[in-house]
């Protein structure tokens, strides 16, 4: 079964840091470009990052730029997403999310993760 | 980048009801746009692809339709499973925005 597990969320203070982490199973990891997507409380999701399958290329929203940094580790089948600076606005769901064909950045997206919450409050 | 503009924002149908939602992008994006479902609480979920694309799984009374800038997602004759909210993206450039997403009631 193809999967993506997340962790590492929690609530952090506003300044403060976390790194999440998505575990894939079920498919070659290294072979699909990987993506995050957040969604605040009752508000659209909102895109995040971009990993292209080998690290190589990275994006980061306007929002995050200069703040998360998207890797990767493709011998562990796992993707994370440092978070530094973290505001009250960065509060919201992760999903981590895999692109539907292989080697494509800029695509669908066919597998969410169960997403891992993440709260940026004093 | 490019905005997307879902309409409307939300609707109430009855089951058995022809739905349809719009979505228009502020520039042209070919037919890279895809068509997200979220049940409430839950993850979203694929459905449609290359702007009318079933996603494998994907009961037949949905289909996309559009080309450019405005799209097209119908649902034939709503089921009370089809109680969700609904999002285009598009998938042209970075970032792949969303829409605003379009909740779907059962009158």
């Known amino acids: 079964e193809v999967q993506l597990v997340e962790s590492g969320g929690g609530l952090v203070q506003p300044g403060g840091s976390l790194r999440l982490s998505c575990s894939a199973s079920g498919f070659t990891f290294s072979s699909y470009a990987m993506h995050w997507v957040r969604q605040a409380p009752g508000k659209r999701l909102e895109y995040v990052s971009a990993i292209n399958n080998n690290g190589g290329s990275t994006y980061n929203a306007d929002s995050v730029r200069g703040r998360f940094t998207v890797s990767r580790d493709n011998s562990k089948n796992t993707l994370y997403l440092q978070m530094s600076s973290l505001r009250a606005e960065d509060t919201a769901v992760y999903y981590c999310?895999?692109?539907?064909?292989?080697?494509?950045?800029?695509?669908?997206?066919?597998?969410w993760g169960q997403g891992t919450m993440v709260t940026v409050s004093s | 980048d490019i905005q997307m503009t879902q309409s409307p924002s939300s609707l109430s149908a009855s089951v058995g009801d022809r739905v349809t939602i719009t979505c228009r992008a502020s520039?042209?994006?070919?037919?890279?746009l895809a068509w997200y479902q979220q049940k409430p609480g839950k993850v979203p979920k694929l459905l449609i692809y290359?702007?009318?694309t079933l996603q494998s799984g994907v009961p037949s009374r949905f289909s996309g339709s559009g080309s450019g800038t405005d799209f097209t997602l119908t649902i034939s004759s709503l089921q009370p499973e089809d109680v969700a909210t609904y999002y285009c993206?598009?998938?042209?450039?970075?970032?792949?925005?969303f829409g605003q997403g379009t909740q779907v009631e059962i009158k």
């Open positions: 290359a702007a009318s």
């Open positions: 993206q598009h998938y042209n450039s970075a970032p792949q925005t």
């Open positions: 520039q042209g994006i070919s037919n890279y």
């Open positions: 999310v895999k692109a539907r064909r292989i080697a494509v950045v800029r695509d669908a997206f066919d597998i």
